[in-house]
Each structure stands twice: as C-alpha cells, then as structure tokens.
C-alpha cells in the first residue's frame, strides 16, 4: 500500500454526495462505489472541461485497469471529493491518479489510479488523443512523486 497523498498534489476536484445505498454492510462507502466515484470525476472533467461527448462522439474511453488503497473509512452521509490529477499521456492511454477526500481533510481516505485507452468509436482502434484533447489533459499533470 502506497502512502496517502496530500491534497496540495490535486489542482482539480469533483464533488461526491454520499448516498444511503453507497455504504456496505459496515456502514461505509463500499470499495467498488469508490471505482464508481473515480470514474465519476473522470467523466465529469471530460464532458465539463475538454467537452467531450461520451455517448455519441468520435472517441470512447475504455477503462483497461484500475486500482485503489484505502486509508480511511467514509460513510453516508459524507460529502466527499475527488482529486484528479494525471501521471501519464502516452499514445491513447491516460493513466490517472485519483484521491477521495472529505472536505478540509488534507490525507485521503481513498487513493487510486485508473488506465483509459481512447479508442476510434467506429473502428474500435486505439488512436492517438487529439491535440486538444492532451493540450487539457496535461493541464491535469501531477508532480512525479505523488
């Protein structure tokens, strides 16, 4: 398990409302809700911000690998964010790093990282991101060590 990260790395956050039916049977956030808070914020910044349309566009993102450590255990009714920031651009593959945090808390509660592969919608191939596309994604960077 890597160290919690602070959060001073992130620049850009997404807000989660907790709900009810997001803790487990131990009266918090279950693990596989967090991978659904991560992939929130993910698809959030990009219809928000690079204006992607993710439903009909030219490019789909396809999540090939996705992880997460815990340090912290979260709860309804907790209102949380994520951090989003990105550690690697390369070809079609956006790698992210991702920390859930309650509000004023400077350590998280959850960390992780998500791959996507950007694919051509009608051909089903991996393509480069488009310029503009990376052009915002980098304004995402994260410092090395984080």
């Known amino acids: 398990m890597t160290e919690s990260p602070n ?8 807000p989660i409302l907790t709900r009810p039916q997001d803790n487990d049977h131990n009266g918090h956030v279950a693990g596989a809700t967090v991978h659904g808070f991560f992939e929130t914020a993910i698809q959030a910044f990009l219809v928000e911000q690079a204006d992607m349309d993710l439903r009909d566009g030219e490019l789909a993102a396809f999540v090939v690998s996705s992880s997460a450590d815990f340090y912290a255990l979260p709860g309804f009714p907790d209102v949380l964010e994520v951090g989003l920031g990105i550690t690697r651009l390369a070809g079609s593959t956006v790698e992210y790093r991702l920390a859930l945090f309650r509000p004023g808390d400077q350590d998280a509660c959850a960390a992780g990282r998500v791959v996507q592969v950007f694919i051509e919608r009608e051909s089903g191939r991996p393509v480069p991101l488009p310029s503009a596309l990376s052009s915002i994604l980098s304004g995402l960077q994260l410092d090395p060590q984080t």
């Open 7 to 14: 959060r001073t790395a992130f620049s850009h956050f997404h």
